[in-house]
């Protein structure tokens, strides 16, 4: 049986908290695209962690956790990641690195830098973690798996020819010093023996699993609007979002993902630059970010301040759809309870006419959003464990919200810690 938690939204909906919540429940926890370039936050009784590349199973000593081939694998952030839980006091948890992996090179990191530079204003608002270089690699099939890090003869083979072409880009469009043979080699000696213990073929032990009836939790980063193709392109992230995307980037058969969890936000955020249709500005903004702050409205990864907005039904009824959400958990709904009336948008202006579809980019630059404004609840909803015992308008938002996603929201999450939650 295998669950997807993903993201309708921009990211940072909160995935982290209700992926550590099932992860209890499951006995293997695989993020299958990404990289250390966004983070979960979760807080659990050893204290507060932000998990970039670490499966949010690695608080259950029963489970296992698999980084999977999808994923942009940064070998240096994921053994400090590994570390730091530990001397945390978390039992050292199973940790699984595909073999299949592709990892984060070096010069990724310089390149996404290096263009960041170049862009200037233009930017894309990268967060500079080699995101982009390395899939583009990938797909230019001059990238690494982590298998191949262990035969030294055909390694520098291929970074001879590999450093070919990127000492060109570096003398010639970013005018930076150029890259040897043996620096990157000698890097990736030091990496790759910290990475030895975890290196698997992890998609005999997932299909191994599978056939046994153990239950997989796929955990994924960023949301449905950052995907490559469906996503606010060219804004988006660079490794699909969506949970079909599972299949690939950890080895499962598509018919084996019958849960797919979409969580989405009561208000919404998002770091980075592209269309952002309901978002809102200065004190506004301020207002709600601050309000958040427990729900971490600055990046987990980044620590920039996110760029905020109501709750966007015609961006999150999309991101449902492209996940195949059979469920959707609301989170964050305590952060409005300061608000009389609560405003959301329910359809774009495009031209002077009004769409309840989500358009493709182009004419997404030009969406205004049409905001209805709901009562608000004006009081804090902490602690409530019962969607009965909510206030009625607070009830009301769930529900209008539900209406529109046309998917059921069986959790509503009010507070960060694991016990602030609300199931129906
Ligand atoms: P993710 O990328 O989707 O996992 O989201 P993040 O972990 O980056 O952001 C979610 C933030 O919201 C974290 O700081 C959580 O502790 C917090 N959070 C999650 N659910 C709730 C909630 O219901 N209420 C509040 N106030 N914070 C929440």
Request: a negative charge.
């Amino acid at each position: 049986m295998v669950k997807a938690i993903i993201g309708a939204n921009w990211g940072d909906e909160g995935k982290g908290k209700i992926t550590d919540m099932f992860a209890g429940e499951a006995d293997i926890v695989i993020r299958f695209q990404g990289g250390a370039n966004a983070g979960h936050t979760i807080i659990n009784h050893y204290g507060k962690f932000a998990l970039h590349q670490l499966p949010s199973g690695v608080f259950y000593e029963q489970t296992t956790n698999i980084v999977g081939n999808g994923v942009a694998l940064n070998i240096p952030a994921l053994l400090k990641e590994i570390n730091s839980i530990v001397s945390a006091g978390v039992p050292m948890p199973k940790i699984l690195v595909s073999e299949r992996a592709q990892i984060v090179m070096p010069y990724h990191i310089l390149f996404d830098q290096y263009e960041e530079e170049r862009l200037s204003n233009r930017s894309f608002g990268s967060t500079k973690s080699g995101i982009a270089p390395h899939y583009s690699d990938k797909y230019a099939k001059i990238g690494f798996q982590v298998s191949e890090l262990y035969d030294d003869a055909a390694l520098k083979e291929r970074l001879e020819n590999v450093l070919e072409i990127k000492n060109i880009t570096l003398k010639h469009l970013y005018k930076k010093p150029e890259l040897t043979v043996e620096e990157i080699f000698t890097q990736i000696v030091e990496w790759r023996e910290g990475l030895r213990p975890y290196v698997a073929d992890t998609l005999s032990f997932v299909q191994k699993a599978l056939a046994s009836g153990k239950r997989i939790l796929l955990e994924g980063q960023l949301g449905a609007l950052k995907d490559p193709d469906f996503g606010i392109y060219p804004f988006t992230t660079s490794s699909s979002t969506l949970a079909g995307f599972g299949c690939i980037g950890a080895g499962i058969p598509p018919y084996e993902i019958t849960e797919i969890v979409a969580v989405t936000k009561a208000y919404s955020s998002s770091v980075g630059a592209g269309a952002f249709v309901s978002e809102i500005f200065d004190e506004e903004a301020d207002t709600l970010r601050k309000r958040g702050g427990d729900a971490g409205e600055y990046g987990a990864t980044t620590g920039r301040p996110r760029r905020m907005g109501w709750f966007d039904t015609v961006a999150s009824r999309y991101g449902c759809r492209l996940q195949g959400a059979t469920e959707a958990v609301l989170t964050a709904i305590d952060v409005l309870g300061y608000l009389d009336e609560i405003p959301i948008c329910v359809g774009y202006e495009i031209d002077g006419e009004v769409t309840r579809e989500f358009p493709s980019t182009t004419l997404l630059n030009r969406a205004k959003p049409v905001l209805i404004k709901m009562p608000g609840w004006k009081c804090d909803l902490r602690g409530i464990k019962e969607f009965d015992k909510l206030p009625e308008e607070a009830r009301n938002y769930v529900l209008f919200i539900e209406k529109e996603l046309g998917v059921p929201i069986r959790m509503v999450s009010n507070g960060p810690l694991r016990e602030e939650i609300i199931f129906r």
